[in-house]
């Protein structure tokens, strides 16, 4: 089955600065590639996915990049802000209309004033 | 428009007892999913439906785990009796079956067995 790795675990950024989290999946069959941030006391929140048709995709200043032949995706986040401090998750599945996502264990990302 | 429900916030509970997570998905969404996260790791998935049918549950642990989905609509997991490497926070989720592709997550319900 489907196995993501995401790295790295904890990231600690000043505000301002560009933060970058990696993924990586095993299963070619994956199409679908969207990615969650969780503020302490909430469920994880959609911030943005990207299709296997497509090499990147940017909404304001988060923007996410996806290799195929390396089977590798990643979160770029530009401009840092303190509530940009949370835990991050990349998931991949197969899109068959409905999800069955497999997740990354999880980047907890700090942001200084 | 109201999220994805889930109650309670938080259980505390003893090993062998029973607990009974509840989830309220949003309104006309026919997918919902529930999802487990033990210890720090991973979001792993535990089960499917689309109306009150079972769509996949290959996600769940063992026999002690139950979900039901009632007339489509709120979903329950029942866990009997619960052990102690069941604590962690469980998820539910759920998306239009149309689209499919983006699925709302609840709150979570943050488990523990002592």
């Known amino acids: 089955g489907e196995n993501v790795e995401q790295h790295p675990s904890t990231l600690s950024v000043q505000e301002g600065d560009s933060a970058v989290i990696k993924c990586t999946y095993s299963d070619s069959a994956s199409n679908y590639f969207p990615w969650y941030k969780q503020e302490l006391g909430k469920g994880p929140q959609l911030i943005i996915d990207i299709r296997s048709n497509v090499g990147e995709k940017k909404d304001q200043r988060i923007a996410v990049t996806l290799n195929k032949t390396a089977k590798h995706f990643s979160l770029h986040i530009t401009e840092t802000q303190p509530e940009d401090s949370a835990v991050y998750f990349c998931a991949a599945s197969k899109n068959t209309g409905f999800q069955k996502l497999v997740f990354g264990t999880g980047t907890r990302l700090l942001v200084s004033p | ?114």
């Open chain 2, 1 to 114: 428009e109201a999220g994805v429900t889930q109650f309670p916030s938080h259980s505390v509970i003893e090993k062998g007892q029973t607990v009974t997570l509840r989830c309220d998905p949003i309104s006309g969404h026919d997918n919902l999913y529930w999802y487990r996260r033990v210890m720090g790791k991973e979001i792993k998935f535990l089960l499917h439906f689309v109306k009150e049918s079972k769509q996949d549950e290959s996600g769940m642990p063992n026999n002690r785990f139950l979900a039901e989905r009632t007339g489509g609509t709120y979903s329950t997991l029942k866990v009997q009796p619960a052990e102690l490497e069941d604590s962690g926070v469980y998820f539910c989720a759920s998306s239009h079956r149309g689209t499919g592709l983006e699925a709302f997550f609840g709150q979570g319900t943050r488990l523990t067995v002592v």
